[in-house]
């Protein structure tokens, strides 16, 4: 079964709510939620390291030109990609038969850690470019802690209503 369909449409999802509804939610300046790595994050575990780097700095850069944030998210992006299959040495679910993480294949914790492992490396990354010093760094690392929990509480909000609209 060929999934680059589904894959393009997860791109197209993911970036169009990042741009259209997402950028748009500030939770009292500690909080803004970022997903759309959720699509480096639901790629296949034989994607070759070269693709999800290029796939990451390509769909950061693209974020970075709605938001203005001149390379900020395409750093973070890509920098989460080339982490994610040094991360999968460790935690991949040891099956041949799974192609692609999900909860149903590996289960809510393994994608619980995952998420969050490698969306926090993005918004580590991401919010202390934007921080540029570490004058705030209280203030950077409470932002940073604020965003990933809404952000991974909006992921798995997204996953599971995929998972129960397909049944």
């Keep these: 079964m060929n999934s680059t369909p589904k894959h393009i449409a997860i791109f197209i999802g993911l970036v169009t709510l990042q741009v259209m509804v997402l950028n748009q939610i500030n939770i009292h300046g500690l909080a803004n939620p970022y997903i759309f790595p959720l699509f480096i994050l639901l790629m296949p575990f034989n ?10 700095f390509f769909l950061g850069l693209l974020i970075d030109f709605f938001n203005g944030t001149l390379g900020m998210h395409a750093f973070a992006t890509t920098l989460m990609a080339f982490l994610r299959p040094h991360f999968l040495n460790y935690f991949e679910s040891k099956s041949d038969k799974v192609l692609f993480p999900s909860i149903g294949n590996n289960g809510f914790a393994w994608m619980f850690i ?3 492992a490698l969306l926090g490396v993005h918004h580590f990354c991401y919010f202390i470019i934007e921080a540029g010093n570490f004058i705030n760094l209280f203030h950077t690392l ?26």
Excluded: E, N, R
Excluded at 47 to 56: D, F, H, Q, R
Excluded at 144 to 165: A, D, H, P
């Design 114 to 116: 995952y998420i969050s």
């Design 142 to 167: 409470l932002l940073i802690i604020i965003s990933l929990v809404v952000s991974v509480f909006v992921i798995f909000l997204l996953l599971f209503g995929f998972k129960s609209s397909k049944k």
């Design 47 to 56: 994607t070759k390291p070269a693709t999800l780097i290029t796939a990451g």
